[in-house]
């Protein structure tokens, strides 16, 4: 029987809430599906840090290193300066560990409700590979002359070859895996690079070329589409429906993944990997720690959930991660009333059993 290490971090407000659910559903799943995971849980966050002044010590990032993969819930607490947690754990275990994709995945589940008017899940049925180890977040850059009037501030974006190339290998590899032909929902898989080559005329120059290059020689049974990022914005609201996987840096991404969580649902449904193909990955509810609902067993669990069956696909067990999604569409389509927090219909720990009774089923 496979065993799978998994570092459990639940973090701040209602990620431990959340991630117990998570944790409940994926226990279910093993017992299911006959795999076993070994948890051990880690209480990095804002509480721990007012307590011991410790963010995230380097000796954590080497033990995280023996791990399968890191369950995460949510990083951020209402006494703590914001950045200093974002900074501490988040972006150092991003880049300490290397995981240089964030895929994003936005998806709308049947029964939930979208802002978008006459779209259902048939539209909105695409994937965010978003580059997550460059762009303006390296910490390139600086200050000259601060404190003066004269002070000048600069934040550089920063790509190189490699890091564009691994990022477009991943994700063309995962259209023709997960694309809407592999899936049987389309004609043909389509990779749709999203840029900004008329500004930008740098990085995503380099971008584009490699995109081009790549696809060309190795990938040719991929489609190739390229859309500027504002323009994206637009289609992701008036057409979501074009899109099938889409790839970008650091900084598009994670804007526009925020509006795609909006149009699957929201935050308490939208979820995201923070994937090293080739080491330890980091799965996480894209929403915050919403520290005003800690502990009242009102927060939807459902992201973290998603969050998780991320890791079970990326982990291989991809039996499990599809009974696992089926269960959720079907408490989604059949049983939750909303997904904002308070008005489910259910507490988080019955969206949790619900889910978990379906996988087993
Ligand atoms: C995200 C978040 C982080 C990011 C913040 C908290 C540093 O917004 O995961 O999308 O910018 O990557
Ligand atoms: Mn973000």
Not at 35 to 45: A, M
Not at 238 to 248: A, G, H, I, R
């Amino acid at each position: 029987m496979k065993t799978y290490k998994i570092a459990v971090m639940g973090g701040d407000g209602t990620g431990p809430e959340v991630t117990a659910e998570a944790v409940k559903v994926m226990d279910a799943a093993a017992g299911k599906f006959k795999f076993k995971v070994e948890k051990v849980n880690f209480d990095f966050g804002g509480e721990r840090y007012k307590r011991t002044g410790e963010i995230l010590p380097d000796s954590a990032v080497e033990e995280f290193k023996k791990f399968d993969a890191i369950l995460l819930g949510a990083i951020g607490h209402p006494d703590v300066a914001p950045g200093i947690l974002e900074k501490g754990i988040l972006l150092k275990l991003r880049f300490a560990l290397d995981q240089y994709i964030n895929l994003r995945p936005v998806r709308l589940f049947p029964g939930v409700e979208t802002p978008i008017k006459d779209k259902g899940p048939k539209e909105i049925d695409y994937v965010v590979v978003r580059e997550n180890s460059g762009d303006a977040y390296t910490g390139a850059g600086g200050f000259t002359m601060k404190g003066t009037p004269h002070e000048v501030a600069v934040q550089t974006a920063v790509y190189s070859r490699v890091q564009v190339e691994r990022c477009l290998r991943y994700s063309f590899d995962y259209a023709r895996k997960y694309g809407k032909k592999a899936r049987g929902v389309g004609p043909e898989n389509t990779l749709g690079l999203v840029g900004k080559t008329n500004v930008l005329t740098y990085i995503y120059d380099l971008w584009e070329r490699a995109f081009h290059e790549i696809g060309k020689k190795e990938y040719p049974d991929i489609r190739r589409d390229y859309y500027h990022v504002d323009a994206t914005c637009m289609w992701m609201v008036k057409n979501p429906e074009w899109f099938d996987v889409l790839v970008t840096g650091n900084m598009f991404g994670d804007i526009i993944t925020d509006l795609g969580a909006m149009t699957q649902g929201g935050m308490g449904i939208a979820a995201g990997g923070n994937i090293n193909p080739n080491g330890v990955s980091m799965f996480e509810p894209i929403g915050g720690s919403a520290p005003k609902y800690t502990g009242q067993g009102v927060i939807n669990p459902l992201a973290a959930i998603c969050a998780m069956q991320m890791m079970l696909q990326s982990l291989g067990e991809e039996t499990a991660a599809q009974k696992v999604e089926e269960a959720v569409k079907f408490v989604t389509a059949n049983k939750l009333k909303s997904m904002a927090a308070g008005k489910m219909g259910y507490s988080t720990s019955q969206v949790g059993d619900l889910v978990a009774e379906k996988t087993i089923e």
